[in-house]
Nanobody
């Protein structure tokens, strides 16, 4: 059974940092692209980043380029999203997802439950 569990969300001040984790089970995440998404209150869900199965292809939304970094730990079957220089507009529920494809897909089939990130002073 494919399962994704996010963690690491918290309340942080503007300019601060957080590292989100996406722990995968039921499949070997290193063989699958993993995407990060977020949804702010009253807004549609948006894609934040994606890493291909081999890590050779990485995408970032323009709004997070230069501040966020995606990576994976093969041994832990976990994908991370390092978020630096956080802004209030980064606030939202962050989700990781996969479609069990090697490349970043247009549509994702499996989603985690989300973790809340709040950037506020």
């Amino acid at each position: 059974q494919v399962q994704l569990v996010e963690s690491g969300g918290d309340l942080v001040q503007p300019g601060g940092s957080l590292r989100l984790s996406c722990a995968a089970s039921g499949f070997t995440s290193v063989y699958s692209a993993i995407g990060w998404f977020r949804q702010a209150p009253g807004k549609e869900r948006e894609g934040v980043s994606c890493i291909s199965s081999g890590g050779g292809v990485i995408y970032y939304a323009d709004s997070v380029k230069g501040r966020f970094s995606i990576s994976r730990d093969k041994a832990k079957n976990t994908v991370y999203l390092q978020m630096n220089s956080l802004k209030p507009e980064d606030t939202g529920v962050y989700y990781c997802a996969t479609a069990l494809t090697s490349n970043c897909p247009y549509k994702y089939d499996y989603w985690g439950q989300g973790t809340q990130v709040t950037v506020s002073s």
